[in-house]
């Protein structure tokens, strides 16, 4: 047995495909000789991109899939369908253990439930969340959960918060990362039900380093590391981010481009804001990981490129060599112990009590 | 009886009263004739402001209050304490009918207490929200709740819309205005509990223009007149607008100041991004009304200076003249009247049946 780290790759999601993702699976077997990948999709198609390339032969093979399922589809029907798919395939592969990760760009919705119900959910985890990694002025910051889960309860946040913690500290390198939940105020009394049952319980969590609530407005300015709350809020957040981006840069390339004078400033301040505006831009940071399923599944973008294809497959290296879901298995673990102890506890505390009761009487 | 709009303004609220308070109420008695100011505070302090400046005396009048509330007050604690504030006393002003309007830079708590407290809400008005109009490519929207309500029933979110769009219709001039709750997805299926519930109640609302459903992303496109959703989710949107676009002009700045050439090339399109910027400039539009309550209560920013102060006055003009509160309690009876006649068919309907049944026994 080798110690690679074998990514299954969904070579027929997203817009690009199959073209763009051949490529950056491709970019990546020669970038890094730790990863294996495996290309699920329709073969003819997939060998025929494959062709184009030169790469180590034994670290690229694929894996026949006679269906595709697109965005359009309804994601539960789809993948009780569609057995055949690349999505369902790939995903079978990460429940049999043949492979670590799992990337795609294909449909969300069917990759979430083929998610929990492929490649199935570790033991004890309630709800798996999207974390997205969002640019930040002074870095990057995982946003969890960034759409998976448009309900959830208070458990299922703290969950998110130890799970993204993990990923942020051992995937991305953040050091002792600072947990915040979203909120609208900084005070403990501020909040929705949601927030305000929440709160108290990753006050107590004593695997995260809770900094409290953050304000919408801090996010950019990188006010947290990890930033949680729940799939609708998340996903408002993420597209709001987005959408007020484009919207200002498009005011501001417009306003440049209204004089020769105006023109003029544009061209010499161009090189400048080129290197800003990198920073600001989300698909360099690869995938959004799903956490707490068996094995790893990575979502890019739809519009994804052979760039960030690459990135992502990359990204799944450290995500094996740091043992993440062994982590999150040992933190659940801890947390079923403790439950159980405290279980015992209280158990014993009101045996006592009737003891008490029955020798006052 | 004069048909003059009667503000009363709160010169004790916000970080520059009361002096840029005063001062805004000056400007706009001497700017429009229709409107009369009474201004509730210290009266020494607000006497001693005033008699900085010329105006026509008979139009700005002040009412005494002895009392402060600050922002770090807890709302309702404050409210039912401090008597004799200017926000009680101001508000007393809108229940008796004294004063059409209340404009304060104040604590945004105290002031939503205070209008359902002591102000009252217009019968058959479930919640009152904050509308906080927000700009957009193509102008400006009005985000409906944007923070009064944290947890909202689908019933609340209705009637947000239906007050929203009388507001953007009749005060801020958008004809017929395009309406919409904010979702992660424009599918019908898509949404939380609370936009599920929602969704089919604002399609079957007769009195607006519901267009289904907006992404975050399509906000600063200018996707909606009317933005309809909870007030967490609504102060979540604002705050990052705000937040997104401060970080992001400060990058750019700072690439701007980078090098000589850079600097050169700001300096050629400062006069064309100026103009860009200060149409995203929230202020220049007024305050936030707060919808539903006897009278209208405009909030302005803490930090508000003597012109959004003068702003926000002269919209309670068009406020009063337009009869925005008759509209609403006008759409109110009317959907009373229709929940009326519906439970009257329906007792009739089941009436029938019973006697129908009566027969086939």
């Keep these: 047995m080798n110690n690679n780290t074998v990514v299954v790759v969904d070579a027929m999601g997203g817009d690009n495909a199959p073209g763009e ?10 970038k890094n000789d730790k990863v294996e990948v495996i290309l699920t999709g329709i073969e003819d ?25 697109t965005t359009e589809e309804t ?25 670590d990760a799992f990337v795609s760009a294909g449909s969300t919705g069917a990759l979430l439930v083929g998610g929990t119900l492929v490649a199935g959910r570790i033991r004890g985890i309630e709800r798996t ?9 002074t870095g990057v910051a995982l946003l969890v959960d960034s759409g998976a889960n448009v309900d959830c309860r208070p458990s299922h946040l703290v969950q998110f918060a130890q799970m993204g913690s993990i990923y942020m500290e051992h995937v991305v390198g953040v050091k002792n990362p600072r947990v915040s939940i979203v909120n609208i105020g900084v005070e403990e009394e501020k909040g929705n039900a ?21 304000e919408a407005r801090e996010i950019p300015h990188g006010g947290a590391d990890v930033i949680v709350c729940d799939g609708f809020t998340g996903n408002v957040i993420l597209k709001l981010y987005e959408g007020t981006g484009a919207v200002l ?74 043992g993440i879901n062994d982590k999150i298995k040992a933190l659940l673990g801890r947390d079923v112990a403790k439950k159980k102890a405290e279980k015992a506890e209280t158990a014993e505390g009101s045996a006592k009590e009737e003891k008490r009761e029955e020798a006052d009487n």
């Design 21 to 30: 993702i051949v490529k950056g699976a491709v970019d990546a077997v020669n």
């Design 45 to 69: 198609q997939v060998r025929a991109e494959l062709e184009k390339y030169t790469y180590p032969k034994e670290r690229i093979s694929i894996k026949h899939a006679s269906e595709v399922i």
């Design 75 to 99: 994601p539960v029907f789809a993948i009780k369908k569609k057995k055949d798919s690349s999505i369902v395939v790939g995903q079978k592969l990460l429940k049999t253990g043949e492979a």
């Design 129 to 137: 969340p999207i974390g997205t990694l969002i640019p930040t002025k």
């Design 194 to 214: 949601l927030v305000k049952e929440t709160f108290p319980l990753l006050k107590e969590c004593s695997s995260i380093h809770f900094t409290g609530s953050i």
């Design 249 to 322: 840069l498009s005011m501001i390339k417009q306003s440049m481009m209204s004089s020769l004078r105006s023109k003029i400033g544009a061209l010499l301040i161009k090189p400048a804001l080129k290197g800003t505006l990198k920073k600001f831009d989300a698909s360099q940071y690869g995938g959004a990981p799903m956490l707490g399923l068996n094995g790893l599944v990575v979502k890019t973008h739809g519009s994804a490129t052979a760039k960030e294809v690459c990135t992502s497959i990359l990204q799944c290296i450290t995500f094996k060599e740091q």
